[in-house]
């Protein structure tokens, strides 16, 4: 018998939370799937697989060369080694060694978030110090340079919904002072749509996660200077190992890729028509009242913001529709607003009208 939910007691879900580390992100395409099964049902060269897809991510992106590694977390903690190393064999056999003590790695402190698990970690993880830069509130240029010492071995920023967005310098003055100063760039854009922007606006290296606007498969990406990619690349004969990606992945997201490249994420526009006969549907329901938002960061997405009234707080709801089989995932993040968020990027129409009828009963 072929695996299924029941099988290993498992519910189903259907996720309206959005790209969720703890639901499994994304749901991969056909296209996908047929790559990932190509990878798992042949041998490879497993050097000249990741040499090759780089080299082919490489020129779809425009970028010197890149490398597919396991998860934008692992992207970050080996190109915190890599830039640590500098192709150091040494190094890579000893990456805690008291030897090197160019370790510093800074990061402006309204960057210093935990996205599932704190940057920090990851940073450590690769050998390196977080030397934070500015203030919780702000951070220019100038605050950035003041940090930088003899034992800088690299900046890193963080693009992301889930930094301090207000009095923040752009990647491109961060650059300016990279370059200025001779450091790398790191720029860890994991959840960022756009493939091209970062390395343009100046970034030595740029991270994506490969399953969150990609949809791939468990994956990540490191794209940048061909000599920093080749450096992640030894990291594979030490603290890599730990982080080790698949076969079956590396094609599958080498596909979601391409694939990307050519369809890009639903358009705002998308989200927006889909949902309305689900806004018209939960606004006939007593003490609901939903509307279409704009996600918080700006971003082109568009959720359904549901504020529950009545007998019922926002929180019960969001529990009680966890409770059954399928069990609904919604963003909670409002909560304590008495608003339920929906984010309908990987819900469809049949399961909108499971979610509404849910909430018939609930309420
Ligand atoms: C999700 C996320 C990561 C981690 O991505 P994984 O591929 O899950 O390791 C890193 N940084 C930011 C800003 C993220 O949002």
């Given at each position: 018998?072929?695996?299924n ?13 959005g790209r969720m ?6 749901k991969?395409?056909e ?5 990932q ?13 990741a040499?090759?897809t ?5 020129k ?15 992207g970050?903690?080996?190109?915190v ?13 000893h ?10 790695i ?9 996205y ?15 030397i ?8 220019g240029?100038d ?15 963080i693009?992301?919904?889930h ?6 310098l752009?990647v ?5 002072v990279?370059?200025?100063?001779k ?20 970034a ?8 969150k ?5 468990s994956a990540g990406?490191?794209?940048g200077k061909?000599e920093y990619?080749?450096?992640i690349?030894?990291?594979g004969k030490?603290i890599?190992?730990?982080m080790k990606?698949?076969?079956d992945?590396?094609?599958g997201?080498?596909?979601?890729v391409?694939?990307?490249l ?5 358009a ?11 806004i018209?549907?939960?606004?006939e329901i007593s003490?609901?009242s ?12 568009y959720r359904a913001?549901?504020?529950v009234?009545?007998?019922?707080n ?14 609904v995932?919604?963003?909670e ?31």
């Open positions: 018998m072929t695996i939910f029941e099988k290993l007691g498992l519910k189903e879900v259907i996720n309206a939370s580390t703890i639901l499994g992100v994304s991969v395409s296209n996908v799937l047929t790559a099964r190509f990878g798992g049902e042949h041998f490879f060269e497993m050097s000249q697989l040499i090759q780089g080299a082919y991510l490489a779809l992106l425009k970028v010197e060369d890149a490398q597919i590694v396991s998860s934008a977390s692992a970050i903690a080996q190109s080694a890599a830039l640590i190393g500098a192709g150091d064999l040494y190094h890579a056999y990456p805690y060694t008291d030897k090197i003590n160019k370790r510093e800074i990061l402006p402190k309204g960057h210093n978030v935990d599932g698990t704190p940057v920090e970690v990851m940073v450590e993880q690769g050998g390196g110090q977080v934070e830069a500015g203030y919780a509130n702000m951070c240029p605050h950035l340079e003041m940090m930088i010492t003899e034992k800088t071995a690299a900046i890193l920023y693009k992301s919904h930094t301090v967005q207000k009095s923040m752009t491109a003055e961060t650059a300016t990279a370059k200025a100063h450091i790398p760039l790191i720029v860890d854009a994991a959840a960022e749509e756009d493939l091209f922007k970062y390395i343009q606006a100046g030595d290296l740029v991270i994506y996660s490969g399953a606007a990609m949809e791939g498969p990406l490191v794209i061909k990619i080749e450096w690349r030894l990291q030490g890599g190992r730990a990606i698949g076969k992945n590396i094609l997201f080498t596909q979601a391409e694939d990307y050519v369809h890009g994420s639903e705002g526009s998308e989200m927006k028509a889909r949902m309305l006969p689900f018209a549907d939960l606004n003490d609901l939903a509307e279409v938002v704009q996600d918080g960061a700006g971003r082109d997405i913001s549901v504020k009234s009545g007998e019922k926002a929180k019960q709801v969001i529990e009680e529709l966890k409770e059954k089989d399928p069990a995932y919604t963003r993040y409002q909560a304590n607003n008495g608003i339920i968020e929906f984010d309908v990027r990987s819900v469809n129409q049949s399961e909108m009208t499971k979610i509404v009828n849910r909430l018939k009963e609930i309420m």
